[in-house]
């Protein structure tokens, strides 16, 4: 079992920046997918960047390219650094971890996605 406790959300004026934490505790594994997703209200939870924690490679989504990044710490923690913030980027933004031994695993899909946090609010302002 794996938990996650995200923290950082807030209110933003647009162009503004925040960074967003996700704790990771328990059973976690090098062999992981930390991925951010995010839901507005109406709206299904999408994908919006990923990075693996055996290679540390990442993945974003094209919304959020040159404006996002994702990092990790050493302690367990994923960090996710947003700046130049949009009003469309207002949503509850959530930390999931995805086990993938294989590689295999499609990491922008929600349901491939075993633990998830509790979700905080982001909210630009225009």
């Known amino acids: 079992q794996v938990q996650l406790v995200e923290s950082g959300g807030g209110l933003v004026q647009a162009g503004g920046s925040l960074r967003l934490s996700c704790a990771a505790s328990?059973?976690?594994?090098?062999?992981?997918?930390m991925g951010w997703f995010r839901q507005a209200p109406g709206k299904e939870r999408e994908f919006v960047v990923g990075i693996r924690w055996s290679n540390g490679r990442t993945y974003y989504a094209d919304s959020v390219k040159g404006r996002f990044t994702i990092s990790t710490n050493a302690k367990n923690t994923v960090y996710l650094q947003m700046n130049s913030l949009k009003p469309e980027d207002t949503a509850v933004y959530y930390c999931a971890a995805l086990v993938d031994y294989s590689g295999s695993y499609d990491y922008t899909i929600p349901d491939t996605y075993a633990y998830w946090g509790q979700g905080t609010q982001v909210t630009v302002s225009s």
């Open positions: 328990g059973r976690t594994s090098s062999s992981y997918v």
